[in-house]
């Protein structure tokens, strides 16, 4: 590395004699990015050479089978599922998430100080861990007992009445619910650090100008805040391909892998299949569509650096 | 806040306005009002069918009480203490040296490296979760509680290394300046410069970084076995195993595991807001 930065030293004389340039900015660097070698670089590159074996886990070593996974995985419907399901999941956070944030920060901004306390209200669903989030879910959507259905009942709507999580056709649905409800918290945060930014003149000026509230919103504090949204939509997309927790504590996957995501499939084709190499190529291809569509975005955004 | 105060706003407006925030939080905090009331839900209760209607006898202290001591909550509860807190600290002071490092020196490689942290953001870290067990293992940490702590700390530094940068590349870069001329040494003007400057970047980050942590259930999951390094997480979804039909213990049991989350964020929310704006409004 070569340090091109001029340090002014007053005393040369009474200081120690100069360490080479890098040195310094290699040490601070040094513990951050072993940790990330080690923990985080080592086990990526580790995973893609697991996906070319066929181990079950307890020999020492599986059996080299080349590409044989992968060529299994192309033909694999329940992976195909399961990456459907995180496309709808991706397209629902986008479509129901993003914009009940931006709602819910835009008239938080505008109460100002005195929506101190409602902002942490509002964030509450994202401090709690989804193990809790997804047993009172599954409380809330229990057939027999659950109010959402006795609710139904009282009003006569039997008949809309389901099974929620355990009938196939609605356990997808159900479950993004309760996603999209957990989520919404840290992106309205996102929004209203992207809000705090925005030049106040700006909207006064077009007050006196005839403005009107809506058209402040649409013609000046979205433009405002397009950077923001893009880096919002990219997280969703992101979180979304690789959404575990609620989906796990709610259904597992099931039933009849209606709400598998590519992460449960994998978790349960380790621990339930005990296939390490296939659940390895599982985990390989969620990397490599991770990283193609957030490569895709970026290059659509050309802004990493600066928003996040 | 805004050119047009909310009291001079049309009547029907601001009535709109001002009832619309109460209702959309009602809705908003539904479920959770609903895990509150049934955790003080006597159990005679849900057996004669009142799951859902105010409950007549409050049985806060029993449903508490029998939820800490007929389960090992508490046990539960320390694991997560000793994992969150050294993996929060950890997180932070390896990430705000990093961030230093990569904010105030200008030396080639640099924007690879900080774009190499920003890509680890977006790894799926399930994809790990097959060598990180194998990794556990071989190091002998396999349900201790360092190999837990280890592993939030490696997962946590690139984001937070991430933030910091940005933050500290936003401080006035002649105050580092000034420092050197007064002769500091510059793991002074790290430690006594920078870092008390980007203090409440640090709370900020440490709230987010400590619900991150408290509430993983994944790597909970695939690194300990059994309940020797279990933390709450585990714990909380094992009660329900253990009590399927008690919907009020395993309430108090969630609403137990929250607490210490909600409790943070209340202490440091003043910090939360502002650290978390200054971080992002760069662009």
Known sequence: MHMTLNRPAALPLLRWPRSPAWLVPALFLAPAVLMLAVFLLYPLLSSFQLSLLDWNGLGEQGRFIGLGNWLHLLHDPLFWRALGNNAWLALFSIVIQLPLALALAVLLDKAGERSRWLKIIYFLPLLMSSVALGVLAKNLYDPNFGPINLLLQQLHLDGLAHDWLGDPAYALGAVIAVVCWQNVPFYMVLFLAGLASFPEDLSEAATLDGASEWTIFWRIKLPHLRGTVRTAVLLAIIGSLRYFDLVFVMTGGGPEHASELMATYMYRTVFSGFQLGYGSTIASAM?????????LALRLSRRFQTEV | MFPMPVEHWKPL?????????????LIWLLPMIAVMVTSIRSTEE?????????????????????????SPMLHYFFNSVMITVPAVAGAIALAAMAGFSLAVYNFRGNTALFATFVAGNFVPIQILMIPVRDLSLHMGLFNTLPALILF??????????????????????ELVEAARIEGAGEWTVFFRIVLP??????????????????????????????DEAAPLTVGVAALKGQWTTAWNLVSAGSILAALPSVLMFFAMQRHFVAGLTFGATKG
């Open chain 2, 197 to 226: 400057l980007i203090r409440p970047a640090l709370a900020a980050l440490s709230i987010l970084v400590f619900t991150f942590v408290w509430n993983d259930y994944f790597w909970a999951l695939c690194l300990t076995q059994g």
């Open chain 2, 152 to 173: 939030h700390i490696a997962f946590q530094t690139g984001f937070c290394t991430l933030f910091l940068r940005n933050f500290i590349k936003q401080l006035p870069y």
């Open chain 2, 13 to 25: 407006n601001r009535r709109i306005y001002k009832l619309s925030l109460p209702i959309a939080l």
């Open chain 2, 46 to 70: 849900l057996t004669e069918g009142n799951y859902w209607g105010w409950p007549k006898h409050f049985a806060l202290w029993a449903n508490y009480h029998e939820a800490l001591t007929t």
């Open chain 1, 287 to 295: 990397f490599l569509v991770v990283t193609l569509i957030a490569a």
